[in-house]
C-alpha cells in the first residue's frame, strides 16, 4: 500500500488533503490521473447501469436535506457506532467488532454501552493493531456530520450531511411517480457525494470522511425480492470482472445480523483482497419497505404505486446495489500495480483495462527534430479526435516509456525518421511491450480499448 500510495502521489492519482498544512486525517484530493480515472469509471457505471437499459431514471438530489429526513429514516437515532481507542497507538474501532473478533460467538447486539465496556474490561480484549489491552471506556459516535444554514446559529438551523445518497432517491419517489413513466420493477439512479464521521481510519482513499457514491434503488414487489436480489449480485459480480479486476482478489460475504445495517433484512459484499486483508468493495442490501413507510408516516404524504393495470396500491420493496467511487479508484489502482524487471532494471506499471485507462495513448517524436515534431503531433491530433491521449516530446525515449507505464496508458506511438518515409509508426503495448510497425491509416485496426 506504502508503495502504491508514493506511486498515486508521484504521479498525480491522489494527495493527501491540505497536505501543506501537514494534512488532515482520512481526507485525500485527486489529481489529474486520478479524476480521469474515477470519471472513466463513473461514466462507465452510468452507462452500464443506466444510459444502456430501460428500467432506470436519474436524478440528482442536494447534500442538504431537511433534518425531518434523516429523523424518518432513522439515520439521527440509528446511525450510530459504539466506538473504543487504544490508549498507546490511539487506533480506533467499533466495539461490536472488538468484541465479536475476540469472543468468538458472542452476540452484542442490544447490549448498552457499559455493558460493552465491561466486557472489554473483565475479558481483557487487545487493540486489533498494536495489541495493547489499555483501552478506553466505549462511547457512542454518530456517523452524520453537523452544520448550519443560515448567519445565525442553533437549533433550527441544524441540517445535516447527507450520510447517505439513498434518502435523496426516497424523498422524491413520488416525483419520480408523477414526472416519469416508470413501472414496476424500475430503479431510480444517482451518483454525488456523502459524508462519514468514520470512526476506522483508513487505507488511503478506502474509507474516508467525503467520498464519492453511486448507486440505485430497485423498486420491486415483494414477492420478488430473492429472484431479484440474485440478479443484481450476478450483475454486480459481472460488472467487476469487466473493470479487469482479478477474480481471484474477489469473493462474496454475506453480513451478519451484527453488522448489518438498522435498515436491511440482507446485506451482502464484493469484498476485495487488499495484501492486508480482505475489505468491501460493492455492497447489496435488501432494505424491504423500511424507508417508503417510514417517509409516508412522517411526511403524512402518499408514497404508494398505484398498479396501471390493476389500480391496486402498495408499497415498494426496494433492493440496493451500492458502489463506492472513491474506495472503486483505489482498489482500481492497488489490483492494477505490477513491478517487472526489464534488462535488469525494475519497471513500474498499472495493468488497467484500456476502457478506464486515464489516457488511452501516448505519442513521441523518437528525437527532438522539427519534422519528427510535426509529423507526431499529426498523428497525435488524430488520436485525439477519437481517445483520451498525451503529446510528449522529452526526448527520452526510455523515460517516456516509462512514465506512461506508471499512469496505465495502454499504447505508446513513437514517430521515427522511417515514419517520414514510409506512413508507418512504431505501436507499443504496455503489458507484454511488444512492437508493431503498423501503417497510419492501420492505428485503430490495431489498437483495441473496448
Known sequence: MDKITALCKRRGFYFPSSDIYGGLANCWDFGHYGTLLKNNLRDLWWKTFVLDRDDMVAIDAAILQSPLVWKASGHISGFNDAMVDCKKCHNRTRADHLIESQLKGMKVEGLKIEEMTKIIVDNKLKCPKCGDRDLTNVRTFNLLFTTNIGIIEGE????YLRGEIAQGIFINFKNILDAMRVRLPFGIAQQGKAF???????????????????????????????KVYKYWQDTLWTFALDLGISKDNLRWREHEEFERSFYSTKTMDIEYKYLHGWMEMFGLAYRTDYDLKNHMKHSGKDLNYTDPKTHEKIVPHVIEPTFGLSRLTGIILSDAYREDVVNGKPRVFLKLHPSIAPVKIAVFPLQKDKKLYDFARQVYLECKNKYHCEFDDSGNIGKMYRRQDEIGTP?????????????????RERDSMKQERVPIFKIFNFIKII
Do not use: P, Q
Not at 433550527?156 to 441540517?159: D, I, M, P
Not at 464519492?212 to 430473492?226: G, P, T
Open 156 to 159: 433550527k438551523s441544524a441540517v
Open 411 to 427: 499504447y505508446c506511438i513513437t514517430v521515427d525518421y522511417k515514419s517520414l518515409e514510409d506512413k508507418t509508426i512504431t505501436i
Open 196 to 226: 462519514r464521521n468514520e470512526i476506522t481510519m483508513g487505507n488511503a482513499v478506502h474509507r474516508t470522511l467525503e467520498f464519492d457514491l453511486m448507486e440505485f434503488e430497485y423498486f420491486i414487489r415483494k414477492e420478488e425480492w430473492e
